[in-house]
């Protein structure tokens, strides 16, 4: 069973930058696409990012052009870099692969 862990959430001010990063177990890695996630308290989950297994991205309205999405697969691993933070970005931020599984997140917090 494959498991992800992100890392990399924390307490930023609007404007600022924060990176979160997702490891993944198992084999395969690069088989998969891999995507980050996000749920706001009291809104439904929503897509931030994805990267297809064949490199290509898509990116949420939301957050295009603030946020880029990679991937290593390398190391079983891929990040999230935030930039342009805004308060509307908070939220708990979730790191999977699509229909296999899904990290526990990690919060993100954008207040000043």
């Known amino acids: 069973q494959v498991q992800l862990v992100e890392s990399g959430g924390g307490l930023v001010q609007p404007g600022g930058s924060l990176s979160l990063s997702c490891v993944a177990s198992?084999?395969?890695?690069?088989?998969?696409?891999v995507a980050w996630h996000r749920q706001a308290q009291g809104h439904q989950r929503e897509i931030v990012a994805q990267v297809y297994r064949n490199g290509s991205t898509y990116y949420g309205d939301s957050v295009k052009g603030r946020f880029t999405m990679s991937r290593d697969n390398s190391k079983n691993a891929m990040y999230l870099q935030m930039n342009s933070l805004k308060v509307e970005d908070t939220a708990k931020y979730f790191c999977g692969l699509p229909g296999i599984a899904w990290g526990h997140g990690t919060q993100v917090t954008v207040s000043s």
């Open positions: 198992g084999s395969a890695f690069s088989t998969f696409h």
